[in-house]
Nanobody
């Protein structure tokens, strides 16, 4: 069974930095794209960043220029470097991996990790 395990969340002051990690385990032959989402109570889960199998990344407008997504195929991991954190970045962050050539098939989620930005 495929499982995604997240780590790296925590409490940080505005302007600070955090690095989130997500590692997949189980019977995995290939990973297509990897992504990070975030969600606050009462809100929909929103896409933060995505990186394709070829390494091409894109970001939501709210984090562009501050966050960097990267991947390590040997470790079956995806990372999110978060810099210059703002209060509105507070959320539960979830990693996602697509294990199918089709974008909306074989999607797996991490358990979530809390990021709290507070002064």
């Amino acid at each position: 069974q495929v499982q995604l395990s997240e780590s790296g969340g925590g409490l940080v002051q505005p302007g600070g930095s955090l690095r989130l990690s997500c590692t997949a385990s189980g019977n995995i032959f290939r990973i297509n794209y990897m992504a990070w989402y975030r969600q606050t109570p009462g809100a929909q889960r929103e896409l933060v960043a995505r990186i394709s199998g070829g390494g091409l990344a894109d970001y939501s407008a709210s984090v562009k220029g501050r966050f960097t997504i990267s991947r390590d195929n040997d470790k079956k991991s995806v990372y999110l470097e978060m810099n210059n954190l703002k209060l509105e970045d507070t959320a539960v962050y979830y990693c996602q991996m697509n294990l199918s050539p089709h974008a909306n098939e074989d999607l797996y989620w991490g358990q979530g990790t809390q990021v709290t930005v507070s002064s």
